[in-house]
């Protein structure tokens, strides 16, 4: 059973997953939030309530690992043909895939140009600057969900064979023993 502080340091992480941010906003001391933070993450019965609480919002919001795989696989995927004319301009934004409207296009500038200075300029066209979202962070996080493990940040070994001993063998096979 929660306390209630504990309960909403529960709610206050999965504002942004960050318990000593929680830990403050739950009321706990300002010197020892961070401590408290890392705590209650150790403690077995707020773990599984963040977890419960986590799964409850996916499935509310139908958001899941699978949906996040899939949507950053669009993203990685989405062919910049898809928004332009064969003349090299873009199609309207009403006209461009979903994918492009929803997150893939981080930006649209447009410039007007002109010919001519002074009070003779002329405007002749527009220059227009699609700025796309970073499309290798998506394949980066999509490399750290599937089991390629393109982008593990550490190795891990299983075995009853010691660091030390180990090194020893490779000394002993360095040096032709």
């Known amino acids: 059973m929660l306390t209630p502080k504990q309960e909403r340091f529960v709610a206050e992480y999965l504002v942004d997953l960050n318990a000593a941010a929680a830990a403050r906003r739950a009321g706990y001391a300002e010197k020892r ?9 150790r403690k077995p019965e707020i773990a599984q309530a963040i977890a419960a609480a986590q799964a409850e919002r996916a499935k509310r919001t139908q958001i899941d690992a ?5 949507r950053l696989a669009e993203l990685a995927s989405a062919d910049l043909a898809d928004i332009m004319q064969a003349d090299g301009s873009l199609k309207p934004v009403p006209e461009w895939p979903e994918v492009w409207r929803k997150g893939l296009v981080a930006g649209v500038e447009v410039l007007e140009e002109f010919a001519g200075s002074g009070d003779a300029r002329t405007q002749i066209g527009w220059t227009k600057k699609v700025k796309i979202a970073d499309r ?38 360095a040096a032709g023993h």
């Open 33 to 41: 939030a961070d401590a408290m933070g890392h705590e209650n993450l």
């Open 66 to 70: 699978d949906w996040v795989l899939r």
């Open 136 to 173: 290798l962070k998506a394949l980066e996080m999509i490399g750290r969900h599937v089991t390629v493990g393109a982008f593990k940040d550490r190795i891990e070994h299983s075995g009853s064979v010691s660091l030390a001993t180990a090194l020893a063998a490779l000394n002993d096979a």
